[in-house]
């Protein structure tokens, strides 16, 4: 008997007993969709993820000074100078954040402030949607300009073109009326989320007195970010020192080495060495361990839904044993008639092979489904590989021969005369 006639015979026999195999097929299809749905968004999460950390940090190393350091060994101006001197270092910043309360005459605002030098938007990316980003100058002469998010031009002005206005930074009891330069569509409370906490940011913004003194501590939940140079907030909170910079080596695979290299020229300014005061994070190792992260709890997650997988694959022999039971007259005829051992094994497993498939087909398009709805509610891209589509087909294949083996073989092996004694 040829395949083809196996598998007409095996698609004959599922049509004749359709209700029954569609509630056979259940546990297959639910199995499928979840390992499916979990893998797609396991990837187009993980690719997300991955690409918005390495948007911020665009190869970018940070160093980072310990909270035991004295204020002698805080990072000065000079020590940027001196790291700027290096042929291997591309760009070099300060970073800083404030949080304080921004408004115009008509809005008002919590207001989350990032600091940095004129290097600052390539260290950390930051991509200009409209206008400029500040200048050396602006930051030597403590210019009071600053970028502005989308999101805050929104908040505070209802437009985009809002270069040229005006808005009131208040921190410390100070007020320091900024204009706008630009605005930016990178997130810059996400910029700084790889070394601050967001919850440990916006706990210090709630229990910041001038904050609960002010209007947004009275309900409000308008929130924005601007982008300002370092010594205007200098000014501010009377800062001598810097407790983290970002920089950037002209040969993005020695980041690692140049990161180290501008640690140890620290140590050796501040004569502190063996004090572990100063430490060096690779944004491109944070991406990758990252990565790794995602990669090892999307597959254990896909493991367990994959016993929804054992649990059909049960079904599938149990209602296999049944059809042998029910066919044993056939098989008699079939085998007085000389059919062989291997053609009756080969026709029941054929059978069960195609329920696993048929199963495996509807459980890949339900899972694509369900991927797609919840990317679309979290707002990323589903991504589906061709290792996707081969689990799938691999899986339900896989079921079908294990748990159609049994069946198929006790099938085979009956004699023809026990066979046709049966009614």
């Given at each position: 008997?040829?395949?083809?006639?196996?598998?007409k015979?095996?698609?004959?026999?599922?049509?004749t007993?359709?209700?029954r195999?569609?509630?056979t097929?259940l546990?297959i299809?639910?199995?499928?969709?979840?390992?499916i749905?979990?893998?797609?968004v396991?990837?187009?999460?993980?690719?997300f993820?991955?690409?918005?950390?390495?948007d911020?940090?665009s190869?970018?190393?940070?160093?980072?000074?310990?909270t035991?350091?004295t204020?002698?060994e805080l990072?000065?101006?000079?020590?940027?100078?001196?790291?700027?001197?290096?042929d291997t270092?591309?760009?070099?910043?300060?970073?800083?954040?404030?949080?304080g309360?921004?408004?115009?005459?008509?809005k008002?605002a919590?207001?989350?402030a990032?600091a940095?030098?004129?290097?600052?938007?390539?260290?950390m990316?930051?991509?200009?949607?409209?206008?400029?980003?500040?200048?050396?100058?602006?930051?030597?002469?403590?210019?009071?300009?600053c970028?502005?998010?989308?999101?805050g031009a929104?908040?505070m002005?209802n437009?985009?073109d809002?270069?040229?206005?005006?808005?009131n930074f208040?921190?410390?009891?100070q007020?320091?009326k900024?204009?706008i330069i630009?605005?930016t569509?990178?997130?810059l409370?996400?910029?700084?989320?790889s070394?601050n906490?967001t919850v440990?940011?916006?706990g210090d913004?709630?229990s910041n007195?001038?904050?609960?003194?002010?209007?947004?501590?009275s309900g409000?939940?308008?929130?924005?970010?601007?982008?300002?140079?370092?010594?205007?907030t200098?000014?501010?909170?009377?800062?001598?020192?810097y407790?983290m910079?970002?920089?950037?080596?002209?040969d993005?695979?020695?980041?690692a080495?140049?990161?180290?290299?501008?640690?140890n020229?620290?140590?050796a300014k501040?004569?502190n060495?063996?004090?572990?005061?100063y430490?060096?994070?690779?944004m491109e190792?944070f991406?990758e361990m990252?990565d790794?992260i995602?990669n090892?709890?999307?597959t254990?997650v896909a493991?367990?839904?994959?016993?929804?997988l054992?649990?059909?694959?049960?079904?599938?022999?149990?209602?296999?044993?049944?059809?042998?039971?029910?066919r044993?007259?056939?098989?008699?005829i079939r085998?007085?008639?000389g059919?062989?051992?291997?053609?009756?094994?080969f026709?029941?497993?054929?059978?069960?092979v195609i329920?696993?498939?048929i199963?495996?087909?509807?459980?890949?398009i339900?899972?694509?489904g369900?991927?797609a709805?919840?990317?679309a509610?979290?707002?990323?891209k589903i991504?589906?590989?061709?290792?996707?589509i081969?689990?799938?087909?691999g899986?339900?294949?896989a079921?079908?021969?294990?748990f159609g083996i049994?069946?198929?073989?006790?099938?085979?092996?009956?004699?023809?005369?026990?066979?046709l004694r049966r009614?």
């Open positions: 008997m040829s395949i083809w006639e196996n598998i015979i095996a698609v004959f026999s599922i049509r007993n359709a209700m195999s569609i509630l097929m546990g299809i639910i199995g499928v969709a979840s390992v749905a979990i893998i797609t396991g990837n187009g999460g993980k690719d993820v991955v690409d918005l950390l390495s911020m940090s190869g970018a190393v940070s160093i980072q000074v310990g035991s350091a204020a002698g990072i000065t101006k000079e020590d940027i100078q001196a790291l700027r001197n290096i270092i591309q760009y070099v910043s300060p970073m800083d954040y404030k949080i309360s921004a408004y115009t005459d008509e008002t919590m207001c989350f990032l940095g030098n004129e290097d600052l938007a390539q260290v990316n930051i991509k200009m949607r409209r206008g400029r980003f500040f200048t050396e100058e602006e930051n030597n002469d403590a210019s009071n300009v970028v502005v998010t989308e999101i929104l908040v002005f437009s985009l809002c270069i040229g206005e005006y808005v208040q921190l410390n009891g007020v320091v900024m204009r630009g605005v569509s990178s997130d409370t996400a910029s700084t989320s070394s906490s440990s940011m916006y913004m709630l007195p001038e904050f609960q003194d002010s209007p947004m501590g409000s939940s308008a929130m924005m970010a601007i982008v300002c140079p370092i010594t205007v200098d000014k501010l909170s009377n800062t001598n020192g407790s910079l970002y920089l950037t080596a002209k993005q695979t020695q980041a080495v140049v990161g180290n290299a501008a640690k020229i620290l140590y501040h004569g060495f063996g004090s572990n005061i430490s060096v994070v690779n190792s991406t990252v790794k995602i090892v709890f999307t254990f493991g367990i839904s994959a016993i929804a054992l649990v059909g694959g049960i079904g599938v022999m149990n209602i296999m044993l049944v059809s042998v039971t029910e044993t007259r056939e098989i008699g085998k007085s008639l059919a062989k051992t291997s053609t009756i094994l026709q029941f497993l054929t059978e069960s329920l696993c498939l199963g495996g087909i509807i459980g890949f339900a899972g694509v369900m991927a709805a919840v990317a509610y979290a707002g990323i991504k589906i590989e061709l290792s996707t081969a689990i799938a087909v899986f339900s294949s079921v079908g021969i294990f049994y069946p198929a073989r006790k099938a085979a092996k009956m004699l023809p005369i026990d066979a009614d």
